[in-house]
């Protein structure tokens, strides 16, 4: 499972993060004692959501085909400080919104939280004027046995 870098000099316009949850199963019995079970200590289904306004059809064709290099070969998506993070301010929190998106410093591509993001559907490409669309990516973290 290769990483495959996302395309640098795209700025996302939106950004929306959901850190994922632990796994975990909760039952209750007839009497309404709960028991609740956890089944690991690392965070599961984290989703990224990128944003595009107004780009080039020659940049959708970057993300298109980006989609296409992973997806063949299930890979992994590395993102970095020029694409994914690209827009977000440095901060007293030590980054670790960036961390949580480029993974840690180093550039290996996994989250601070060892997730891998892969797309977890198609771009959704809209065409708003000719040669300009505004492209959708959603990305799921998953967490990859070793």
Not at 7 to 24: A, H
Not at 44 to 69: K, P, R
């Amino acid at each position: 499972m290769a990483k495959v870098i996302f395309p640098t000099g795209l700025k996302p316009n939106q950004r929306s993060f959901t850190p994922g949850s632990y796994p975990s199963t909760e039952f209750q019995s007839q009497d309404g004692t709960k028991t609740h079970l956890r089944y690991g200590n690392r965070r599961i289904d984290a989703t990224l959501v990128l944003g595009f306004v107004n780009i080039t059809d020659d940049q959708v064709v970057e993300i298109l085909n980006h989609y296409d290099s992973v997806m063949s070969v299930y890979g992994h998506i590395e993102f970095s400080n020029e694409n994914g993070a690209l827009g977000i301010e440095d901060s007293s929190s030590n980054n670790v919104f960036k961390e949580e998106i480029t993974g840690s410093i180093g550039g290996d591509g996994i989250t601070r939280s060892k997730l891998k993001w892969r797309y977890s559907a198609p771009p959704n490409v809209t065409s708003v004027f000719p040669g300009k669309s505004n492209v959708s990516c959603s990305f799921v973290g998953c967490l990859d046995a070793p």
